[in-house]
């Protein structure tokens, strides 16, 4: 089974531009979740999505968004980027409840920098 | 408000070893306990999971030991290797959740 993929896997953007960021989930797995990753902090959580609806949130402002298509794969987009959201952002996947008894899987990652 | 911490940013263990790294978490909420371990440049891979039912999970050189009175849980990697040089997370889910709380990650150095 291929695993979680994210495109692109590096990117350079300027302040005040914005970026879509892509997923596409383990087959057959129907819940995405997103993170940022900076030094020092963690995974910090940005949404989860299941069956295109946002069910959770993490404590991002609201320049992040994200949304999920009907085939699972999923999308974030940040808007007026700011230097502060240079980061890694990995995408994860789960059957249906990430938590819940189930594993999330996560993709590579892609690696934005704010310029 | 970090409900999972990782107190020790970095430890460094001569190859074979025992690597001890450590987790604590405040919400006794939480029933579900993965660690993963992170290569550079790379998304975590799952390494092993435990869930508050049980005190002890073992997958090969790799053990998991919850103690839910202290909200502590330790991962243990016995011989170590120097291939398991990595940042581990640790992470902390409610059963009744869709949502993995981690921590900051360890810095795990396995000297030759």
């Known amino acids: 089974k291929a695993g979680v993929t994210q495109t692109p896997r590096y990117l350079i953007k300027t302040r005040g531009q914005q970026v879509t960021l892509s997923c596409s989930p383990i087959?057959?797995?129907?819940?995405v979740s997103w993170y940022q990753q900076t030094p020092g902090q963690g995974l910090q959580f940005l949404f989860e999505y299941f069956s295109e609806t946002q069910r959770n949130k993490g404590n991002f402002p609201g320049r992040f968004s994200g949304r999920q298509f009907s085939n699972s794969r999923s999308e974030m987009n940040v808007s007026t980027l700011e230097l502060g959201d240079s980061a890694l952002y990995l995408c994860?996947?789960?059957?249906?409840?990430?938590?819940?008894?189930?594993?999330?899987?996560f993709g590579p990652g892609t690696r934005l920098l704010v310029l | 408000d970090q409900q999972v911490k990782q107190n020790s940013p970095s430890l460094s263990v001569q190859e074979g070893r025992i690597s001890i790294l450590n987790c604590d978490y405040t919400n006794s909420m939480f029933d579900y306990f993965l660690w993963y371990k992170k290569y550079p440049a790379e998304g975590p891979t799952f390494l092993i999971s435990?869930?508050?039912?049980?005190d002890k999970n073992e997958d090969g050189r790799f053990t998991v030991f919850l103690n839910k009175s202290a909200k502590h849980l330790s991962l243990h990697i016995v011989p170590s290797q120097p291939g398991d040089s990595a940042v581990y997370f640790c992470a902390a889910s409610k059963l009744a959740g869709n949502q993995f709380y981690f921590g900051t990650g360890t810095s795990l150095t396995v000297i030759p």
């Open positions: 994860a996947s789960s059957s249906h409840n990430p938590g819940a008894g189930e594993t999330q899987y």
């Open positions: 087959s057959g797995h129907r819940s």
């Open positions: 435990i869930s508050s039912i049980k």
